[in-house]
């Protein structure tokens, strides 16, 4: 894994002597650099951080499996953006992906940050130029009318006959006056959603979507509100370009956006993907010469994604 010059030969003055099978994200985090990088974003709030972060990771067996720099990376966003990341309190996630590394035509599982809707309700807050500011799923039955033109809604909960929601509303005051509403149809939610998805059957419920479909739904229509009508903060803006998207560090220790090929949640598609790794050994009669084509350059890629652990154990290349 790439890692920055920085970062790894400041791992490689460390005393600790650890497997690589053995290193973690425990072993990461108490590094003086990365300690250093979270004192400097959260000051007094940074060991309560990081040890929030390996709660997350102790109490989630797939997010345990995840590089571990893709984890500190997604945890360093939600830092700068001084959002929690305990999924209990639905300010923020730090989700595994399976991504395909195509060099070694294994997977991998990558974590990446993934703000909830109470987190974007935090941003916007902190702006301080909202007056009023509000997102809610509209019951079936509750609906009436809603005219897009003169953003007129139209409803009434008392007349809701079941919870399951139709639809999604939106709306906010600025102190200056300006108002704005809006409407997502559950259609044109679902429509955004698929379009989106990273799985490969785009209409499988995975990952946040699937555990709590309303919460994501409303995080949906406030991001894109927000995004197209509110105030447009530093934070704001840091955090719709670096929502759901994996993060790495570059050679100036700056959280750049890592262009991986994502397939699936990691949490829905184990065995989808030990399944694909099967189908490709037995293929690998047929194939030897590219099979060894493929090993001989995936020695080089595996070390270097192995640069972060050799750097802890002080190996010398």
Do not use: C
Not at 45 to 70: E, R
Not at 188 to 209: F, I, M, S, Y
Not at 212 to 217: F, S, T
Not at 221 to 231: K, N, Y
Request: aromatic content about 8%; charged content about 25%; hydrophobic content about 35%.
């Amino acid at each position: 894994m790439a890692t920055n010059n920085t970062l790894n030969q400041a791992l490689n003055t460390q005393p600790q002597k650890v497997s690589a099978k053995n290193a973690s994200i425990k072993v990461l985090l108490e590094s003086p650099t990365i300690q250093a990088k979270f004192q400097n974003v959260l000051k007094e709030k940074s060991s309560g951080f990081v040890s929030s972060v390996l709660n997350v990771v102790n109490t989630n067996g797939y997010l345990a499996d995840a590089q571990p720099m893709s984890v500190m990376t997604s945890a360093m966003v939600a830092a700068t953006l001084d959002l929690p990341i305990d999924p209990n309190l639905g300010y923020a996630y730090i989700v595994p992906f399976n991504s395909m590394n195509k060099e070694t035509d294994r997977w991998e599982k990558k974590a990446q940050l993934i703000i909830g809707y109470k987190g974007y309700i935090q941003l916007a807050q902190r702006s301080g130029q909202y007056r009023k500011l509000n997102v809610a799923p509209i019951p079936e039955g509750a609906f009436i009318s809603w005219n897009p033109l003169a953003e007129e809604l139209k409803y009434d909960f008392t007349k809701a006959t079941s919870d399951k929601a139709v639809g999604y509303a939106g709306y906010f005051e600025l102190l200056n006056g300006f108002t704005k509403t809006v409407y997502w149809t559950r259609d044109q939610v679902e429509a955004h959603r698929v379009a989106n998805n990273k799985a490969k059957d785009k209409r499988a419920l995975t990952g946040v979507w699937r555990d709590n479909y309303d919460a994501m739904a409303t995080k949906t229509v406030l991001r894109s509100m927000l995004g197209r009508w509110g105030i447009l903060s530093i934070e704001m803006q840091n955090a719709v370009s670096k929502d759901e998207k994996a993060q790495t560090l570059d050679d100036n220790d700056q959280l750049v956006e890592d262009r991986l090929d994502i397939t699936d949640d990691a949490t829905n598609s184990d065995s989808d993907n030990a399944a694909a790794d099967a189908n490709k050994s037995s293929d690998s009669s047929s194939k030897a010469k590219t099979v060894q084509s493929s090993k001989s350059n995936s020695s080089l890629t595996e070390q270097q994604q192995k640069d972060i652990y050799d750097a802890i154990n002080g190996d010398k290349k």
